[in-house]
């Protein structure tokens, strides 16, 4: 009886769904200039099923009740835009067809041009439901991988090695606080075009999920930034960085400098500094260059406002750091080491207090539409060939649609600056995307082309809807410097 009564639950269960392809409903956001699939685009039903493009600009949509009659998508993307309709809404009505598809236009408003999602679960999850070929081997889920934090990146060993902050994995939101490192090929040594991705080929662990790459006994995150390479007297390379361990964002428990050990192929530390070493170690993001006496590591955040001889001895000895810092005595500034580097806001109030001339100003940064003052707070700068000058991408603080969400582009003729005006190239309203970093390296056209990623997250945004799946990960845009609305920013 028993028996009888378990069989006819089970046959009273309904079928177990199994998805094709030709079950779905495609909806493919391109930009309508490009013909270019458009990742981060939502569209939202009037009842509020939100669905958001994957990295290719693909939706598969497959809804009980809604498919075979229209339905209005209303559409919504940062930097993108379609017309309102006389109501005010944005959006288009579509027939949902299981086997069909569909293209939907969008006009990009920002400058710089939303290529994909680099880091996380499902960056082409659509696409994979709707039976397309994905340009990366694992294009859902690698190395338990859900989010990922801000990104350095140097060349090592003929490949790129890089490393990241928090990791959010899927059996738990504290995944991987540690660090995170990858290595990926160059794209003409097999790797990606950027525009596509970059396959991350992430150090893991025993579990194959992703290894703490400065494992330490203590408690709290760890975090590695100013990452960069130096050569020793008997001409050894060696890869080096800040790292700092922490209680919260805002209670630093110990900071000090690390470097990779190549015989485990993690960080170890080699000094942990006094918090009275407050400028006088790696950060940021680091860029090598020739300046007086030879080769220097200078640090960006976003200005380049601290330095180090390039060599292995000089990086490990406090001493031997730079700030660059107005000299009322000298009526300009100068690299020193005796005071910590000027600010953008010091400037600010040198000039207000008329101790400096404003036209010796440096980091008077304003909107070239507005005139407005821009307040930067973290990006990187590096040499373009193409322009012959140093560029800048840099996030803004308080950008008002944003608190860290504004990205502007701006030029200088010396590293140091000045930096005069700049240009807002992607906007996130509500949202951020912080610690900008431009990768010179992935410069195509002589430099004519860049590409930049950062941190896509609700953090710091004051927005209480995190956007699924993109939400704390790395975002790739493309910048051409040719464009006629970045005029306003070239410094000749």
């Not at 990295?55 to 379609?82: C, D, Q, T």
């Not at 928090?166 to 794209?187: E, F, V």
């Not at 955040?301 to 660059?324: G, H, I, M, W």
């Not at 975002?475 to 070239?490: H, N, P, S, T, W």
Request: aromatic share 12%.
């Amino acid at each position: 009886m028993l028996f009888s009564r378990l069989l006819l639950a089970l046959l009273c269960l309904p079928p177990l769904l199994t998805a094709a392809p030709e079950d779905y409903f495609g909806i493919h956001v391109i930009d309508e200039n490009t013909g270019r699939g458009v990742p981060l685009i939502t569209l939202k039903t009037t009842n509020h099923i939100a669905l958001t493009s994957d990295s290719a600009g693909w939706i598969a949509f497959n809804e009980p009740g809604l498919m075979n009659r229209p339905v209005y998508f209303n559409i919504e993307g940062p930097g993108y835009a379609l017309p309102k309709d006389g109501f005010g809404f944005v959006g288009v009505r579509l027939t949902p067809v299981a086997g069909k598809s569909v293209e939907v236009k969008v006009l990009r408003t920002n400058v710089a041009e939303r290529m994909c999602r680099l880091t996380g679960q499902g960056i082409y999850r659509d696409s994979t439901l709707l039976g397309h070929e994905p340009p990366l081997p694992s294009p859902n889920l690698f190395a338990d991988v859900m989010g990922q934090d801000s990104v350095q990146v140097v060349s090592w060993k003929g490949r790129y090695f890089w490393i990241f902050g928090d990791t959010n994995r899927p059996n738990y939101p504290l995944g991987n606080y540690h660090s995170t490192a990858a290595w990926s090929d160059a794209p003409d040594k097999g790797g990606l075009d950027p525009e596509h991705g970059i396959h991350f080929e992430y150090i893991t662990d025993e579990n194959n999920a992703v290894a703490k790459m400065l494992p330490v006994e203590e408690s709290g995150a760890v975090w590695i930034f100013g990452m960069h390479t130096v050569m020793d007297s008997q001409s050894k390379d060696h890869l080096m960085a800040h790292y700092s361990r922490w209680k919260d964002v805002g209670t630093r428990l110990e900071h000090g400098l690390a470097e990779l050990d190549e015989s485990t192929g993690r960080f170890r530390r080699i000094a942990v500094l006094g918090d009275e070493f407050t400028w006088q170690h790696p950060q940021g993001n680091a860029v090598r260059t020739k300046g007086e006496g030879g080769d220097w590591i200078y640090f960006s955040t976003p200005f380049c406002r601290t330095r180090v001889k390039a060599d292995y001895d000089s990086v490990q000895n406090t001493s031997s750091y730079e700030a660059l810092a107005w000299s009322t005595e000298h009526g300009d500034y100068v690299w020193q080491n005796a005071t910590g580097p000027t600010t953008q806001k010091d400037e600010e109030k040198l000039i207000a207090e008329k101790k400096m001339p404003k036209e010796k100003a440096r980091m008077q940064v304003v909107d070239a539409q507005t005139g407005k003052p821009v307040h930067l707070h973290a990006g990187s700068v590096h040499w373009n060939k193409h322009r012959e000058r140093w560029v800048m991408i840099a996030v803004q603080e308080s950008g008002g649609v944003s608190y860290l969400g504004e990205v502007w582009y701006a030029e200088a003729k010396q590293i140091e600056g000045p930096w005069r005006k700049a240009v807002k190239i992607a906007t996130h309203p509500k949202y951020s995307f912080y610690n900008p970093s431009h990768h010179a390296f992935f410069d195509q056209q002589d430099g004519r082309l860049i590409y930049f990623q950062g941190t896509y997250t609700e953090t710091f945004s004051g927005n209480p809807i995190a956007t699924p799946r993109y939400d704390y990960n790395q975002l790739m845009y493309r910048l051409d410097l040719d464009d006629e609305r970045l005029k306003a920013a070239r410094v000749d």
